[in-house]
């Protein structure tokens, strides 16, 4: 029998090519920005910068109990492996406990509650849970730009509603409901909203929870800096709304100021019919990734206690920095700080004279201070710079002196 040619029977050879290789989901633009640039120009120069966009709040220069957060990794049972979809039992009642009192959740109870990593991974989870490739989610704006990543990764689409602000940001209505459409799944709200640090209103509740019943919607609701209310006061969680199937994201990275322990939570709620076909399908999804780690699981009452101890120090950190930004405001016109409810950051409005994005360059390059543009929250129009509120305060008070010198009267 001839031998056969192998030349002439394999397949052509190929050249590697990104656009084939990878999925579309994946097609992101990898090339760093300018601002980016900007930023590993001056760190390969060495130059000293005062970064007013701190997020990392152990990096935040404050004192944490640290023999106590290490000690709670070493629980004995961290050895055996229970590989319980929703999280330990243990660890699900320590958040439980956790809303209960500090929120009042009488609804939510050990049950509801599924463990996850990161919100990040809640959202994945829930995103799963409710949409088929392509359909819609509607988000908030401006906000978290990571929603748009976590969004190409699941295959669904945002569609933006405004946040507008007058004397106080709130929720655009008729724009809901002209955006709404069959392929719309949820509404996503964040409560406190970052970067705007508004909460979403009793009334501002009802009529969403009348719109996702009209609609057959879900809403998710994105609460991690609901503990730091500007006033100390309670800030009503989505936990337990029982009108519409509802989703609540939060875990210890905001709650105690720990990110590096990668706990996390999802909270579902809503009308009986619907919420058990709900847990079910999220344990599903938990148990095809694989449950938590255990020995943060069994940290978790300690980790949670924490924030007795680190809560005070952040918040006193916002109050003692945003009493700075406005002391300095008092000085000048040019500038004005929009209103603040909750969270970590401060929204400055300035004059639009360029764009955001060359007025961060600008202030990076030529007056050594790190600000994050408006444009990186989907802020409509130039003009908005996002301040950090948890910057250590001598920085936060340079810093600030730095940018407003760019605006004379």
Request: aromatic letters at 10%; hydrophobic letters at 40%; one cysteine or more.
């Amino acid at each position: 029998m001839p031998c056969i040619n192998h030349t002439l029977i394999a397949p052509p050879a190929k050249r590697y090519d990104g656009s084939l290789m990878f999925s579309l989901r994946t097609n992101w633009k990898l090339e760093p920005n300018r601002f980016t640039e900007a930023q590993r120009r001056l760190a390969i120069q060495g130059r000293e910068v005062l970064d007013l966009t701190v997020s990392n709040p152990t990096r935040a220069e404050l004192s944490y109990n640290a023999e106590t957060i290490l000690s709670s990794l070493s629980h004995p049972e961290a050895m055996d492996y229970d590989p319980q979809p929703k999280g330990l039992l243990a660890a699900r009642q320590a958040v439980a406990d956790y809303h209960k009192k500090e929120h009042d959740a009488y609804e939510l109870d050990a049950e509801s509650l599924v463990l996850t990593t990161s919100t990040s991974e809640g959202y994945s989870y829930v995103f799963r849970l409710l949409c088929n490739p392509g359909d819609e989610l509607l988000v908030p704006k401006p906000s978290y730009p990571l929603f748009e990543f976590l969004a190409d990764l699941q295959d669904v689409k945002l569609v933006g509603y405004p946040l507008l602000y007058d004397h106080g940001w709130q929720i655009d209505f008729p724009s809901l409901y002209k955006a709404v459409n069959h392929r719309t799944r949820a509404v996503v709200v964040v409560h406190p909203n970052n970067p705007t640090g508004s909460f979403v209103s009793e009334k501002e509740r009802e009529e969403l929870n009348a719109f996702c019943c009209e609609y057959g919607l879900a809403i998710v609701a994105d609460e991690v800096f609901l503990d730091f209310a500007l006033d100390g006061s309670d800030h009503h969680t989505f936990a337990g709304n029982q009108d519409v199937l509802t989703f609540v994201l939060s875990g210890i990275s905001k709650i105690c100021g720990l990110p590096q322990m990668k706990l996390a939570w999802v909270a579902a709620s809503g009308p009986n019919e619907i919420l058990a076909s709900a847990l079910a399908r999220l344990e599903v999804i938990a148990d095809t990734y694989l449950s938590l780690n255990a020995p943060i699981q069994w940290a978790a009452p300690t980790l949670l206690g924490q924030r007795k101890w680190i809560h005070p120090l952040l918040l006193d950190r916002v109050r003692v920095n945003l009493a700075e930004l406005d002391h300095q405001l008092e000085k000048q016109k040019a500038c004005e700080r929009l209103q603040v409810e909750g969270g970590w950051y401060a929204v400055l409005r300035v004059p639009a004279t360029q764009s955001d994005e060359d007025l961060a360059i600008a202030l990076l390059e030529e007056n050594s201070v790190l600000v994050h543009p408006g444009h990186f929250y989907d802020f409509p129009q130039d003009g908005y710079l996002v301040l950090s509120l948890i910057t250590p305060p001598s920085v936060f008070r340079s810093g600030c002196e730095r940018v407003l010198r760019r605006f004379p009267e």
